[in-house]
Structure formats: structure tokens, C-alpha cells
């Protein structure tokens, strides 16, 4: 049997064990709680630390008619070309439904696009831009699509189409350029000859860690100098951005993948190359806006590496061994022309028109009043005579 004097006593006790549990759940949540940032805190230190920022698209230089919105709106590596057809005022295949670029106006497009691609580096500190978009799916990619468009509408006039990959010694050169870029040395040979010759970037640029005899730092000083010799020429022959035909530029430098090949991304040889190169960079951007008279647009792509898209080669049982086009082997469909679809809506819209033109003529001529004729019509030759 319970006394009174017991429950007396046990009620403190009671008290005391929810006062107890009451500090304990606060201990246990105040203790989760700063497991869970010191957890967050170690997730962000460790992206920061391995540099995980992503492939990007920057836009350096932009006039102001060609409006790039900021934002962090993802581009796909596979729709560059299409961009810098939209830029350049060209229509497209297809839409490209990306908030990143709006819309401008009809008349104006700019006289110069420049696109250069950095291999192995997935940001540069480019300190002025425009705007900045991260890089999804980076593909290979190259701007043939865009240089036949600018050869096929203005032949005439003969633009500059230049696309340059010093690390593999590739050219394409069109229009002008070819009697502008006769002199750009283009073969890792003739660069690194350039390198020893007066003028060369070699005398202002601070080298620091980077040496001159090696070859990887002897390719990425070929870049650098190519780049300078660029924008050199352009100074010399001003009269090029003065025309009414827009010009193309296509650079693809990979002298810092090679030096995160042979030396590693912390080594002091990469940290100073990404230096030099984003200040050139930036030095090249203004430069080649300033020669257009600010109408140009200056796009840098950087890529850590390029993926390869993995391609399932198959056939159908149900083929059809008729080819549809006679002059490929592989049953490809023939190529449109670039101004199909401008053909076909003016063809089309115009047999409409001629079509209800002659129903509108018919129906007007069948249901014509004989009252409205003229006189030589309505009365006869001695009627005339009469009168």
C-alpha cells in the first residue's frame, strides 16, 4: 500500500526525469544540427578544392544590339555552332530554344564573330565579360556549318573565314584571308621560329615558372603568339572590318591541356600559363572589338576534355535495297539547299495567289453586267453611223 508521504517524494522525481529528457532531446538536436553543417561545410570545401566548377561558355565582347542575358543557363556543346549562326544574324534548322540569347533586330548583325576554344582548363578568371553560361555535353564541334553560310551569301564581297588549331596544324582559310593570313605561321615549326624573332610575345609576357625549352611550354607560348600575330594583322589591314560582309574566326588552343598532361593542374607551370593566358585573352577580346568598331562578338569555350560520343553502328532487316540518291552508296537522302525553305514559300505563296487572282477574274467576268460595255460593243455599225 502507497503512503501519501511516497507519492509526496515521487512527484520530484518525476519532474526532475522529464526536466532530464527535456535537456537531453535539446542535446541531441543541437549535436545533430552541427553534425549536419560541419557535413555541408566539408561537401563545399572539397568541391571548391577539386576545382569541380564545370566546362563554360563566355562571352567577352558583345555589341549592344546583340543581347546576352545573364543567367545560369546550361548550353550544350552540339548547339555552339547554332549560336554563333544566331549571333551572326543566320537563321537555324532548328529552333534553339535557349534563354541565354534574345532576340534583335533585322537590320543589324555584327561584322565579326570570334569563337576560341581553351583545352584542359574548365574556367579562366577572365576578369570583364559580357556573360558567363555553364557547358553541358561538350562534344567536338566545328564551325563549317557557319563559314559555308557566310562564303554562300556573301561570295561577292569575299569575307574573312578563318578557323586555326595550332596543336594539330590545321587551317581553313576563305575570302580575304587568304591574302590577309598568307603570313601567320602555322605549323608548330614555323610558330616556334616566330617565337625567336623580334616582336615575339616572349619579351613582355612574364614566363615565371614556364621555361623555353620544353615542348610543352614551347606549345602553349606558340598559342599565346599566334594569337598576337592575329590581332597584328587585323591593325595592319583595317580596311577588313570596314566591309559590309561579316567575318568568322575559329581558334581552338590546347597547349594548357598539354601542360596539365606533362606537369598536373597544381603544378606552379599550369598556374602561370592560365594566368597568361586569361590576360591575353581579355587583351585579344578588346583589341578585336575595338578593330570592328564594337561590332563584334568575342566568345571564349573552356573545356577540361572533349567527350567522345559513343556511336552503335546497326542495320535494319527490313532495308530496302533501293538507294534513294544514285550518287552516295550509303541510301542518304539528297542534301537540301540552304534557301529551300525561302524557295518553297515563295513558289508556294505565289500559286496562291496567281490561283485566286484567276478565280477573283473568272467570277468577275462571268458575272459581268452587259449594261457597263462599251458603245462599240452595244450598238450596231448603223446605229454609229446615225449618231
Not at 49 to 72: R, Y
Not at 83 to 105: C, H, K, N, R, Y
Not at 113 to 134: E, K, M, T
Amino acid at each position: 500500500m502507497v503512503t501519501s508521504g511516497q507519492l509526496i517524494s515521487a512527484s520530484p522525481r518525476r519532474k526532475m526525469s522529464l526536466t532530464s529528457c527535456r535537456r537531453m532531446e535539446a542535446v541531441f538536436s543541437a549535436a545533430f544540427l552541427l553534425c549536419c553543417l560541419l557535413t555541408t561545410g566539408e561537401i563545399h570545401a572539397s568541391v571548391e578544392s577539386n576545382g569541380v566548377q564545370g566546362d563554360s561558355l563566355t562571352v567577352l565582347q558583345a555589341p549592344e544590339f546583340v543581347s546576352f542575358q545573364k543567367g545560369d543557363w546550361p548550353v550544350s556543346g552540339e548547339k555552339i555552332p547554332d549560336l554563333v549562326a544566331l549571333t551572326m544574324g543566320f537563321s537555324i534548322q532548328e529552333d534553339l530554344s535557349w534563354p541565354g540569347l534574345q532576340a534583335g533586330p533585322l537590320f543589324q548583325r555584327p561584322r565579326a564573330n570570334v569563337l576560341v576554344v581553351v583545352r584542359g582548363v574548365d574556367s579562366l578568371a577572365l576578369p570583364q565579360s559580357v556573360a558567363s553560361y555553364p557547358l553541358e555535353n561538350p562534344v567536338p564541334f566545328t564551325l563549317d556549318s557557319v563559314a559555308e553560310t557566310v562564303h554562300s551569301l556573301f561570295a561577292e564581297d569575299t569575307p574573312v573565314v578563318l578557323q586555326l588549331a595550332p596543336s594539330e596544324e590545321r587551317l581553313y582559310m576563305l575570302g580575304k584571308a587568304n591574302a590577309v593570313f598568307e603570313d601567320l605561321p602555322v605549323t608548330l615549326q614555323q610558330i616556334r621560329a616566330r617565337l625567336s624573332q623580334d616582336g615575339s610575345v616572349l619579351a613582355s609576357l612574364p614566363l615565371n615558372s614556364l621555361s623555353r625549352n620544353a615542348e610543352a611550354d614551347l606549345l602553349f607560348l606558340s598559342e599565346v603568339q599566334v594569337l598576337h600575330d592575329i590581332t597584328a594583322l587585323l591593325q595592319r589591314h583595317r580596311h577588313l572590318a570596314k566591309d559590309h560582309s561579316p567575318d568568322l574566326y575559329s581558334l581552338e588552343l590546347s597547349g594548357l591541356e598539354e601542360l596539365s598532361r606533362l606537369y598536373g593542374q597544381d603544378s606552379p607551370q599550369y598556374r602561370d600559363a592560365t594566368a597568361i593566358l586569361a590576360s591575353v585573352l581579355q587583351k585579344f577580346g578588346e583589341d578585336v572589338y575595338a578593330l570592328y568598331g564594337n561590332s563584334a562578338v568575342v566568345e571564349v569555350v573552356t573545356v577540361k576534355t572533349f567527350e567522345v560520343p559513343l556511336t552503335r553502328k546497326s542495320r535494319s532487316i527490313l532495308e530496302s535495297k533501293q538507294i534513294s540518291n544514285p550518287g552516295s552508296p550509303y541510301n542518304l537522302a539528297y542534301k537540301y539547299n540552304f534557301h529551300y525553305a525561302v524557295v518553297f514559300n515563295i513558289v508556294l505563296w505565289l500559286m496562291i495567289a496567281l490561283a485566286l487572282a484567276v478565280i477573283a477574274v473568272s467570277y468577275n467576268l462571268w458575272n459581268m453586267d452587259p449594261g457597263y460595255d462599251s458603245i462599240i460593243y452595244r450598238m450596231t455599225n448603223q446605229k454609229i453611223r446615225m449618231d
